[in-house]
């Protein structure tokens, strides 16, 4: 059994005060495969201390060389795809090839988008008579989860080192290995010590240490919204800047002038997104919001595309037991509350095996159902249907929710006139369109602050204004 004993603290390996060990658990078989030596709040306090070292020596590490530590980390960890992604398949259960197309390949991408605009960053500009500068925040905590394990944690990472601040990095507990990967990568490309910190350990132990400590300048946050809400409240007592990527509910919403081809396509689209990562996606459209006329071709076509999903090569696991419980359980109060289930098995068995579970659609889904309202996180798809395009946006928006959505339409001026009134942070127009420059987060109670591109870069930068003398 593999095991990790060390934390990472200014540029070394170090043990950890803690002494609490914790085993992680292979998902696809239910067996622990590794064991952690995890990190306490006296490790948050060595952390903090050797990140503000380097931050407070400014500039301690000038921007072409971060610009060139940024490329050589691309190239290492590319290096290390098919090693990252055995890590990641064991760690919370996705498919090989998906850990490696899309684990590991997406944040190559995000990482090499980030260094292409730091390349380019005016940090600097006049404004009048004045001088505009954007300054790094100080010392980040990014406190990242288990379902993009090393996609998250370098979305943050990268954009932090890139705007000049050091970060101390703490994994989810149950997916720590991606990080040490991270951090092996990043020693070899040369990044100075006191940039990496990695602490793993327990959210309510070092999460909540690093979110209320008063070294740490911005707290940036994956997880979902329940936590969000307790790391903001800690970050509250010393001001912090808190960026917070959280939970979704997201709608896919077909108009009702689609031909039958598209609204097939359309459907396919929405349920293998719905469906990618087993369902452990924030951004996944797990609503399909159908016209009310169009509903039995909506669920046939749903229930098809499901029954396509071959597992362990399509779908994985979900990442742990208290997932397979949590979503489980929502499933449970789906027939009760007046869904129905037009696809798959809403009571499911307990799997002799790891913690599968195959999908499930449900039709006849309201905004007043659990399962209409609140984020399942598993491979559910959820039917509505609306009466027009009206209806339709506000279905789309009858949730706390607004991280992404969804919209298809024949007339695609008329498409992009309903995704203007829907209230999220992405809404993507006939197909899932990847811009890696564009802004990622949400409204409402998906959070707070955008990622990736410049925008996730200026999550870590202050803006100072220098005025000239008076003249005169």
């Not at 400590?213 to 409240?233: K, L, N, Q, W």
């Not at 709608?251 to 929405?270: C, E, G, I, N, Q």
Request: with cysteine; glycine share 10%; proline share 7%.
């Amino acid at each position: 059994m593999e095991s990790r004993d060390l934390i990472h603290l200014d540029g070394a390996w170090a043990a950890p005060h803690g002494t609490e060990r914790m085993q992680l658990v292979d998902p696809r078989t239910g067996e622990a495969f590794a064991e952690v030596r995890l990190a306490d709040a006296t490790d948050v306090d060595r952390a903090v201390a050797a990140a503000h070292a380097v931050f407070d020596d400014r500039p301690a590490w000038p921007l072409p060389e971060r610009l060139a530590a940024l490329r050589a980390l691309h190239d290492a960890l590319a290096a290390r795809t098919d090693e990252i992604a055995a890590t990641i398949s064991a760690e919370m259960g996705a498919p090989d090839a998906f850990s490696r197309q899309v684990q590991v390949g997406m944040p190559l991408a995000t990482l090499a988008t980030t260094a292409d605009v730091l390349e380019g960053y005016r940090f600097d500009e006049p404004l009048g008579d004045s001088t505009l500068t954007r300054e790094p925040a100080g010392v980040v905590a990014a406190i990242t989860p288990w379902n993009f394990p090393l996609h998250q944690a370098l979305a943050k990472v990268a954009a932090a080192i890139a705007a000049g601040c050091p970060v101390v990095l703490k994994p989810a507990e149950t997916t720590p290995l991606t990080a040490y990967h991270l951090v092996e990568a990043a020693r070899e490309a040369g990044f100075p010590a006191g940039w990496l910190q990695l602490l793993p350990g327990r959210g309510d132990v070092v999460g909540a240490a690093l979110a209320a400590h008063p070294g740490v300048d911005v707290v940036s946050f994956t997880g979902s919204t329940a936590v969000g809400r307790s790391i903001a409240a800690a970050a509250a007592a010393t001001v912090k800047r808190v960026a917070l990527e959280l939970g979704g509910k997201s709608p896919s919403v077909l108009l009702d002038d689609l031909d039958d081809d598209a609204f097939a396509a359309a459907v396919r689209t929405t349920v293998g997104f719905a469906l990618m990562n087993a369902g452990q996606t924030c951004a996944a459209w797990t609503r399909l919001v159908v016209p009310a006329a169009r509903y039995a071709e909506a669920v046939a076509l749903a229930a098809e595309a499901a029954a396509a999903q071959v597992p362990g090569r399509d779908l994985g696991p979900l990442a742990s037991a208290a997932q397979w419980e949590r979503v489980t359980g929502l499933l449970a109060t789906a027939e009760p509350e007046g869904a129905v289930v037009e696809h798959g098995d809403a009571a499911p068995p307990p799997p002799a095996r790891g913690f599968h579970l195959a999908p499930v659609i449900l039709g006849r889904v309201t905004p007043q159902m659990r399962v209409g309202r609140e984020e399942i996180f598993g491979p559910v798809l959820a039917v509505q249907t609306h009466t027009g395009d009206d209806d339709a946006v506000r279905i789309a928006n009858a949730t706390d929710y607004g991280l992404s959505a969804g919209v298809f339409g024949r007339d695609e001026a008329r498409a992009v006139s309903v995704a203007r009134r829907i209230r999220a942070g992405t809404v993507h127009v006939n197909g899932l369109n990847t811009n890696r420059l564009a802004p990622f987060g949400g409204y409402k109670q998906s959070g707070l602050g955008r990622e990736y591109g410049r925008f996730g870069i200026e999550e870590f930068l202050e803006i100072k204004s220098i005025q000239p003398p008076p003249r005169g």
